[in-house]
């Protein structure tokens, strides 16, 4: 009977795991907004330097220094590398493989805990998100959805020993160990050992001090070796998290915004999904809670251990300066990603009690449940439909001949790891085993010599006898590299920065106007900002190296990036005697990301 059960139980989470890959599967091979975030490619880069073996010790490759999970991340993306080449594709399925995970840790907290038909239901949410989380469990950073692996993996083993009063010290030492790695992976994970720790306190005082403090404390001195490792070398920059205060003063005045913004104002792509979700979660919690429990629904004490946790990320994300201020993108709410994966716990409980009621009970479950998994359905037709959908071998090929790593992203950060010597930094950039030597060289220096000193002009010589004297024969991708520099001399006014290029003598004054069309305004360059920037372009005597860096600049576009109809539409509209120029540039950037 047991065997069949446990068959029953694998043959379940088989096919949920397929059903998540096919859904998560079909955004990517759709080419859906599930790329380009934030740090993803450049995680990639870290990656990269791994294998280049680039010169510096191992731990200032990191992206950051405080998000351990990033590094790990990063380690993960340089296998995945080496098994499908430095590609795109290597990130997603680094992103698949974490997705998987979440699936099997949060599958096996509901069905120890609360029973299958809980466990059902716990997976069929998660593989129906709501479109927002589809996509960020896409987005392989590290970081905030990654950590939702150990956040439920302490909620399942905290779940085990409060069951079980004389729980074997292994347990105690696996919990240990999982929030011990999780605190080095991200420092969210803090508020889940909080809340288990809480929630042992009242429920099993006794074995909490008597029989589960050593085997608790040493795994947690065993997973937490990453950390104390990583700050023996970098000291206390490990806790500087963008110089943010947990709790700023100054958050509060975010909050009533960021929740308008999605609740009222429909941010993430309407105010239907949010209210949703929400209304399902609290209804979980009171039909749990309020319940007496059954062998399908655990006790309304199991159910507690998420409520706590749930509560406890509530308030102190509430109260600290981690609220975005603007929500302009779904992406921008990634922080709230364990909210979204323990959240779907107590409504997975709350449906599986209803099930297990009467007649009209189990109506409501029908009616809630359904209308959840209908509104992931069309959330994942909606993420499919961003992209491409009608040529996934052609998506799949792109995906797979696009570079998974880009330099100025990664540059800003590896920098303030290095030495303070700008030849011996130079020499460091410049040992990444990068085919386009001048695209390599152009970034490095963008990256070095931004500061006027005293003035734009000194820095240009300064950063031209570095470069002859590291690698001569970059000089000329040097200067394109020094537009930046101009539009920071100018105090970010591109116009001003223009007429400084237009004062630089013949060849470099080209080369400065490239410069500048690709770092352009400083803005994401949105269409808006692309058709702003571009207005200059007649004002000047040769506007065409100016449009060809703008046409590079084009390329950075997320949304133009992998989908070349929509670039193209967008130089088809510019007039007539601009297209090739930026046409010219778009596909210079293009090859330059292409794998040979």
């Known amino acids: 009977m047991r065997d069949t059960r446990e068959h029953r139980d694998l043959g379940t989470v088989v096919w949920l795991a397929a059903t998540t890959l096919a859904l998560r599967?079909?955004?990517?091979?759709?080419?859906g907004d599930v790329f380009f975030y934030g740090e993803e490619l450049e995680k990639g880069t870290a990656a990269k330097g791994m294998l280049d073996s680039v010169g510096v010790a191992h731990h200032h490759l990191a992206y950051h220094y405080y998000e351990g999970g990033g590094f790990v991340v990063s380690h993960l993306k340089a296998l995945a590398f080496l098994l499908v080449g430095e590609n795109l594709l290597a990130h997603k399925l680094v992103a698949a493989g974490f997705v998987l995970a979440?699936?099997?840790v949060g599958y096996a907290f509901v069905r120890d805990a609360f029973g299958r038909r809980a466990a059902l239901w716990f997976g069929l949410l998660y593989a129906f998100s709501p479109p927002t989380f589809q996509k960020l469990s896409l987005i392989s950073l590290g970081i905030h959805f990654e950590a939702c692996l150990f956040v439920l993996g302490a909620?399942?083993?905290t779940s085990r020993i409060l069951r079980d009063e004389d729980a074997r010290r292994g347990l105690w030492f696996a919990l240990g160990v999982v929030c011990g790695f999780g605190l080095y992976f991200s420092y969210q994970v803090g508020l889940v050992a909080a809340a288990c720790l809480a929630v042992l306190g009242v429920r099993r005082p006794r074995a909490l001090f008597l029989r589960g403090s050593l085997p608790g404390l040493a795994g947690t001195a065993v997973g937490a070796l990453p950390l104390v490792w990583m700050y023996s070398l970098v000291g206390d920059a490990l806790f500087d998290i963008h110089g943010a205060d947990l709790t700023a003063a100054g958050s509060g005045e975010r909050l009533l915004p960021f929740l308008r913004a999605i609740f009222v104002e429909g941010a993430l792509g309407g105010v239907g999904g949010p209210w949703l979700w929400t209304t399902a979660v609290a209804g979980g919690l009171a039909?749990?809670?309020?319940?007496r429990g059954s062998a399908e629904g655990g006790s309304r004490a199991g159910l507690a251990l998420p409520a706590v946790y749930l509560a406890l990320f509530a308030v102190v994300f509430a109260l600290s300066d981690f609220i975005p201020a603007r929500v302009y993108h779904g992406f921008l709410v990634l922080r709230l990603a364990p909210l979204w994966v323990v959240g779907l716990v107590p409504i997975a409980v709350g449906l599986a009690r209803l099930e297990v009621g009467r007649d009209g009970a189990r109506r409501w479950a029908s009616v809630a449940g359904g209308l959840l998994l209908a509104a992931g359905g069309v959330g994942a037709l909606a993420v499919v439909g961003e992209g491409r959908p009608s040529t996934p071998v052609r998506n799949g090929v792109e995906l797979y001949r696009t570079k998974g790593y880009v330099y100025s992203g990664y540059f800003p950060k590896?920098?303030?790891?290095?030495?303070?010597?700008?030849?011996?930094r130079l020499e460091i950039l410049l040992s990444f085993d990068e085919a386009d030597r001048d695209w390599l060289v152009s970034e490095a220096c963008a990256e070095l010599f931004k500061e006027p000193l005293p003035d734009a002009h000194?820095?240009?010589?300064?950063?031209?006898a570095v470069v002859e004297a590291v690698a001569p024969e970059y000089v000329e991708a040097l200067e394109v590299g020094l537009g930046r520099l101009?539009?920071?001399?100018?105090?970010?006014?591109?116009?001003?920065?223009?007429?400084?290029?237009?004062?630089?003598?013949?060849g470099l004054r080209e080369r400065l106007l490239e410069g500048l069309g690709r770092?352009?305004?400083?803005?994401?360059?949105?269409?808006e900002a692309l058709a702003a920037e571009a207005a200059f372009a007649p004002g000047l005597p040769d506007p065409e190296p100016f449009l060809v860096g703008l046409g590079q600049r084009l390329y950075d576009n997320s949304t133009m990036r992998l989908l070349t109809e929509r670039s193209e539409a967008f130089i088809e509209a510019r007039p007539a005697g601009e297209r090739a120029a930026w046409r010219l540039g778009f596909e210079r950037a293009r090859a330059r990301h292409r794998l040979e």
């Open 287 to 291: 039909v749990g809670l309020g319940a």
């Open 25 to 31: 599967g079909a955004a990517v091979l759709s080419l």
């Open 414 to 424: 590896f920098v303030k790891h290095l030495p303070p010597d700008d030849e011996e």
């Open 102 to 104: 979440v699936l099997l």
């Open 458 to 464: 000194a820095a240009q010589a300064r950063a031209r």
């Open 155 to 157: 909620l399942g083993l």
């Open 519 to 527: 770092v352009g305004s400083g803005a994401y360059p949105t269409a």
């Open 486 to 506: 101009l539009l920071l001399d100018a105090d970010w006014d591109l116009g001003r920065a223009l007429e400084s290029a237009l004062a630089a003598p013949d």
